[in-house]
Nanobody
Framework: QLQLVESGGGLAQPGGSLTLSCAASGFSLDGYTVGWFRQAPGKEREGVSSITSDGSGRSILTSVKDRFTISRDNAKNTIYLKMNSLKPEDTAAYYC????????????????????WGQGTQVTVSA
């Protein structure tokens, strides 16, 4: 069974940090573009960051640029999202997703292009 399982969410204070992990099982992330998305209550899901299948390229949502960093460890079949300088507006359910990379440099922040999704992990930023 193909699965993506997120972990690492929780409560953080403004200015704090969290690192989300997404572990794949039932398939290898090699050859897959992966991404992180988030959805706040009452808002549409938005792409946060994406990384190429070989880890050489990244795309990032402007509002989190210089604060969030996506990475991947193909040996561990896991992707990460390091989040620094958290703000209350970062509060959302965060999801990881994977899609077969049509080219080695494929990147996308468009949710409908992704085939596999995790169940989400909640991040709440509050004092």
């Amino acid at each position: 069974q193909l699965q993506l399982v997120e972990s690492g969410g929780g409560l953080a204070q403004p200015g704090g940090s969290l690192t989300l992990s997404c572990a794949a099982s039932g398939f290898s992330l090699d050859g897959y573009t992966v991404g992180w998305f988030r959805q706040a209550p009452g808002k549409e899901r938005e792409g946060v960051s994406s990384i190429t299948s070989d880890g050489s390229g990244r795309s990032i949502l402007t509002s989190v640029k210089d604060r969030f960093t996506i990475s991947r460890d193909n040996a561990k079949n896991t992707i990460y999202l390091k989040m620094n300088s958290l703000k209350p507006e970062d509060t959302a359910a965060y999801y990881c997703a994977a899609m077969r990379a049509v080219t080695p440099g494929a990147l996308s922040l468009i949710s409908r292009q992704y085939e596999y999704w995790g169940q989400g992990t909640q991040v709440t930023v509050s004092a």
